[in-house]
């Protein structure tokens, strides 16, 4: 299986702040690595696929990068609505593997 | 509206059964890949299962093959996971899930619309 490993765990971060969190393959998995959000109680929200392809309807502010094993999610200008926790997941081999998680808290 | 909707979710003893569903409304199921993902309480996300349009492939980590069996019934716009033999760390909130492909210089799988979970407790 292919693991994927997030960092940081969690961090602290105050509204306007620019936040990056990486995701690495165990083995390279191409471009094929998907960014979710997550917020307490609710269902995943897909916000980038292909590594660095924004969904149709997520602000701008996200963005994605990284090719074969090292990958990165950043967030520009970080607002309140942000706050939440955040998971890398390869679609290049099953099983789709999700990273742990990196919940982003507010300073 | 696009909506997926899971149920089945409760309160189950160890060694017990459970049959979850997820029905569509808004799109139709049977040309996309589907999937089951959980999520322990206090945990992150994890991939259960897996099934291709027209069933032609189920797929299943090794931790949970032999328990768990997925299924849809496209008539019925709607996806199952029977659960036997479940333990305490079966106990997650079950999401259904769909696959979508994305088209940029190759095409990408990612879940682009989910279910909002259904509940599953096992304990005595």
């Known amino acids: 299986d292919i693991q994927m490993t997030q960092s940081p765990s969690s961090l602290s971060a105050s509204v306007g702040d620019r936040v990056t969190i990486t995701c690495r393959a165990s083995r390279s998995i191409s471009s094929h690595l998907n960014w979710y959000q997550q917020k307490p109680g609710k269902a995943p929200k897909l916000l980038i696929y292909?590594?660095?392809s924004l969904r149709s309807g997520v602000p701008s502010r996200f963005s994605g990068s990284g090719f074969g094993t090292d990958f990165t999610l950043s967030i520009s200008s970080l607002q309140s609505e942000d706050f939440a926790t955040y998971y890398c997941q390869q679609s290049s081999a099953t099983p789709e593997t999700f990273g742990q998680g990196t919940k982003v808290e507010i300073k | 509206e696009v909506q997926l909707v899971e149920s089945g979710g409760g309160l189950v003893k160890p060694g017990g059964s459970l049959r979850l569903s997820c029905t569509a409304s808004g799109l139709t199921l049977s040309a996309y890949t589907m999937n089951w993902v959980r999520q322990a309480p206090g945990r992150g996300l994890a991939w259960v299962s897996s099934?291709?349009?027209?069933?032609?492939?189920?797929y299943y980590p090794d931790s949970l093959r032999g328990r768990f069996t997925i299924s849809r019934d496209d008539a019925k716009n709607s996806m199952y996971l029977l659960m036997n033999s479940l333990r305490a760390d079966d106990t997650a909130v079950y999401y259904c899930a769909r696959s979508y492909d994305f088209w940029t210089t190759s095409v990408y799988y990612a879940m682009d619309v989910w279910g909002q979970g259904t509940t599953v407790t096992v304990s005595s």
């Open positions: 099934i291709s349009p027209g069933s032609s492939y189920k």
């Open positions: 292909a590594a660095s």
